[in-house]
């Protein structure tokens, strides 16, 4: 089975990680923020790619998410999260990913009112994108952010059915806005799940830490994806090196990683 351990790499620290990256044979999920389209040069980006490529390392991407909203109300919202989605996809024909992760934009508090105005714009707005990942042979996958429990983003993802539109489980944002439990998620989205992101905190901040450092059940939810999406990209979305470093070393826990560390350890 293809190695589904990645790791997030926000595109600015993607050269000088490389060393790290190919030394430690994990594979990058590669962030683009709005000012990494605007100023990325696509020469840099296509030789970074054939390194990794070169390396036999699938790579994912996230997309850009601040301010940008598929279902926005005001058109104009919409037109710019277009724009910068089909930036994202320019560069995701040199690294064809694997998956492509996106954040919904909806935010109950926000949206309680206008939650089928959102629902109703998003499905048109990702309408237009399926046609796209269908030539990169990439999956969409909408990630959990405020979510208090999964019905949203279950319209969305039924409503659109289609194999390469996916749902991304983040445990770090179910633990601080689900009121659900994991295995009620499951129920409802673990069939969608092709990604999951991977890290802990204690229900109160996103504090991106290693598994086991927060207060997330990491048995029962490595449990549940492996019951209901075995083969999903498991990323590891830690922020710094010493992090990363025991992050990888605890998720070994449940995640056969002896090619990740070059002891064996």
Known sequence: MMNNLHLHVPYQHLAARMNFILERKI????????????????????????TIRSASLPATIHAPFLDLNPGA????????????????????????????????GFDELRYGDNRKAWLDNSIAFWGEFIPLAEELGTVIAIENIFEKEPSTLLELLSAIDNPLFRHCFDTGHWNMFATVTLEEWFELLGGFIAEAHIHDNHGTADEHLPVGEGDIDFGRFFSLLGRYAPDAVRTVELHTLDRIERGLRSVARFIPLKATFPDGN
């Open 27 to 50: 594979n990058p999920e590669i962030f683009f923020s709005a000012g990494s389209l605007e100023r990325a040069e696509k020469r840099e980006i296509a030789a970074l790619a054939d």
């Open 73 to 104: 109300i005001d058109p104009t919202i919409r037109e710019a999260t277009k724009k910068r989605f089909m930036q994202l996809f320019e560069i995701a024909e040199i690294f064809r990913p694997r998956v492509i992760v996106f954040h919904p």
